[in-house]
């Protein structure tokens, strides 16, 4: 809240020196202060103003200006207690200030000295108290000691707010105002929580997706997310790169979050799967940690294979006008990594996903021995939920029933307020459970057979597609690739690398297919 005053906005040029301006002993100015939690007390500046008034009447003092101060949470400093300093020294002939109390007056010890250095006859109204340099010196140790009372109750203060915080973070609840695709509410047991905003949640979870296809660059995405109708919540205005890479890197998005220098696990909604937000993390390294050179031509493989010598880049060149081949950056020193073809390049690709391959036969004994028995867990996890939820139904009728008894006065205060926290606590330790075993469901064995049956055509479709096409592909699938002596080393991201593995696992050494009862494990 901006200072509030009397008279007109005063001017600080051409002011006399306390020199050349005499004092005028019945001039004065007034402050009041109080903060957004004291105003929920009761407290009001208006009481403060009325006492201070009375007492400038009483002293036959003449108030030139009134100062004002309403802190809030989202405020930093005190403009109108700058603005009555600066008032004050473009002022000389006003040396008198009416303030409630010392703890209004000053919050550390640099408010102490600056309002020291005016040199004012102070009124510190309701503690009977006017101090100045003619004052006794019992009265200046008792203000002293004072100020060092108010430091230590702002100090104790702030000291308790970072335990509240510090203890919200680690029972998993966001402890700040909720970021961009979430919005702050207060829950049905009466704490603050953050949950998806209906609006910029989806937009949150469409940028992700995008930059994730490795299609887009910041500039435009950030292009793509104005068009579609990203913006600040308030002020409307077009989110910006920086922006972008920040929300790009927030953990908060995948239900952790990062508080004072550690990681929590929350317990509200995650808008990105991990597995996007690694594969974004992984990009946005990628590019800071590469910077190629432009080239004129798009090559299929470039900055995707690194040299199994060296480990610097593979990058394409044309030669003869119409061949491709592929060869170190050498940015290391000499290489003795040969050129090699794309073509040569290319079939090794698609030999290597040949390993995401399902023959026909496995994926109908998925269908057939898996799928029914993931239903039957996830009928189990349901009913464990279901049992969960009916239990916090019964926590909060209790709850219901104490509060009765203690309007009643069957309970006292102490005995309501021990019990009542017991039930909280017992929730909350329910919500933890729930959240935990929702966060650890997979997602229905229906779907990844869909996956698996989509990834077992990897190798084939992969020769048919132009290269903008191929580099997409392995760019979904591909963790990292290598180049040595003509032979190339895949290795491939989750859950494709497990896919691969249980693939391999099912066969025999002459590749043929064998099913045995321990492969159901491979593959779950």
Not at 117 to 125: A, Q
Not at 293 to 321: N, P, Q, W, Y
Not at 517 to 522: A, I, L, Q, V, Y
Request: net charge positive.
């Amino acid at each position: 809240m901006k200072a509030m005053t009397t008279t007109t906005p005063f001017r600080s040029r051409n002011v006399a020196s306390p020199i050349q301006m005499k004092i005028d002993p019945t001039a004065a100015v007034l402050y009041a202060r109080v903060s957004s939690k004291e105003q929920e007390l009761g407290y009001s500046i208006c009481a403060q103003q009325e006492l201070l008034r009375g007492d400038a009447a009483q002293h036959s003092l003449v108030l030139q200006q009134e100062f004002v101060d309403v802190e809030t949470a989202k405020t930093a400093g005190r403009p109108g207690f700058n603005e009555m300093v600066a008032y004050l020294r473009a002022h000389p002939a006003c040396r008198v200030l009416l303030v409630e109390k010392t703890d209004r007056l000053y919050r550390n010890f640099k408010d102490y000295v600056t309002i020291d250095d005016l040199d004012l006859k102070i009124h510190f109204v309701k503690e009977g108290i006017v101090l100045s340099k003619e004052a006794r010196s019992s009265d200046k140790f008792m203000h002293g000691i004072k100020v060092l009372m108010a430091k230590n109750y702002i100090d104790n203060l702030s000291e308790e707010v970072r335990k509240g915080l510090h203890t919200k973070a680690a029972q998993g609840l966001y402890p700040s105002f909720a970021p961009l695709g979430y919005m702050n509410m207060t829950s049905p047991s009466g704490k603050q929580i953050i949950v998806p905003c209906l609006v910029f949640g989806p937009m949150i979870t469409k940028l992700y997706q995008w930059f994730a296809s490795a299609e887009y660059s910041l500039k435009e995405l950030a292009q793509k997310a104005y068009a579609e109708g990203f913006r600040f919540r308030v002020s409307r205005n077009k989110v910006p790169v920086t922006t972008l890479h920040k929300i790009l890197r927030k953990r908060i998005y995948i239900g952790d979050f990062d508080y004072a220098g550690k990681t929590y696990q929350g317990i509200h909604e995650p808008l990105i799967d991990r597995t996007t937000w690694e594969r974004v993390q992984e990009i946005l390294d990628g590019r800071q940690a590469k910077k190629h050179r432009k080239v004129t031509h798009d090559f299929a493989f470039s900055s995707m294979v690194t040299c199994g010598h060296c480990g610097c880049s593979l990058v394409g060149e044309i030669k003869k006008g119409r061949y491709v081949y592929y060869h170190c950056t050498g940015y290391r020193g000499k290489c003795p990594e040969r050129y090699t073809r794309e073509e040569v390049l290319e079939k090794q690709f698609a030999a290597g996903l040949h390993d995401l391959v399902i023959p026909s036969p496995v994926l109908a004994w998925l269908q057939e021995q898996l799928i029914s028995s993931d239903l039957t867990e996830r009928a189990a996890c349901d009913q464990a939920l279901r049992r969960d939820q009916a239990e916090l139904e019964r926590g909060e009728r209790r709850l219901e029933v104490l509060y009765d008894d203690r309007l009643d006065g069957r309970i006292d205060a102490r005995a309501y307020d021990k019990r009542a926290g017991e039930i909280r606590q017992q929730q909350d330790q329910v919500r933890r459970r729930m959240s935990e075993r929702q966060a650890a469901e997979l997602p229905p064995v229906n779907q990844a057979v869909d996956v698996m049956a989509l990834a077992s055509k990897a190798a084939e479709l992969f020769v048919e597609q132009p290269g903008a096409e191929q580099q997409k592909l392995l760019r979904l699938v591909l963790e990292n690739a290598s180049w040595k002596g003509g032979e190339l080393r895949m290795s491939f991201r989750k859950p494709f690398s497990e896919l691969s593995v249980s693939n391999r696992a099912t066969r025999t050494n002459d590749d043929c297919l064998q099913l045995v009862e321990g492969d159901s494990g491979n593959w779950r």
